[in-house]
């Protein structure tokens, strides 16, 4: 019984601190868009979906607003990277309104 006690609360601490860095990212982001005026006329931009936190970082899905186009990415990608202190990567289809994209914050102890 006190395993699963134990088991549970970790898993909540776990959940916490996952939450709260995904908050973080979320808001950083955010700033970046900002600071590099990377907004439509509606004030939409780049938006994360499914937010997952991973050993490396994170990974996502990124929506693209009306009026704005993936290549911005490739030319804010430095300031993501210096705000965010990580790698960005991203891939998407053609035609597709939403990248797959990779945060990598932490670098492999195999390296």
């Not at 005026?37 to 931009?45: A, D, G, L």
Request: hydrophobic content about 30%; aromatic content about 12%.
């Amino acid at each position: 019984m006190n395993n699963v006690i134990s088991n549970s609360f970790t898993n909540m601490a776990k959940n916490f601190r996952e939450r709260k860095q995904i908050n973080t990212l979320v808001e950083l982001w955010k700033d970046v868009m900002f600071e590099t005026s990377t907004y439509n006329k509606e004030n939409k931009t780049f938006t994360f979906t499914d937010i997952k936190c991973k050993d490396s970082g994170f990974s996502a899905k990124l929506y693209c607003p009306p009026e704005i186009i993936f290549e911005r990415l490739d030319i804010i990608k430095e300031s993501i990277e210096d705000r965010l202190n990580c790698h960005f990567t991203y891939s998407k289809e053609k035609g597709n309104e939403f990248a797959d994209i990779k945060i990598i914050t932490k670098l492999s102890e195999n390296k």
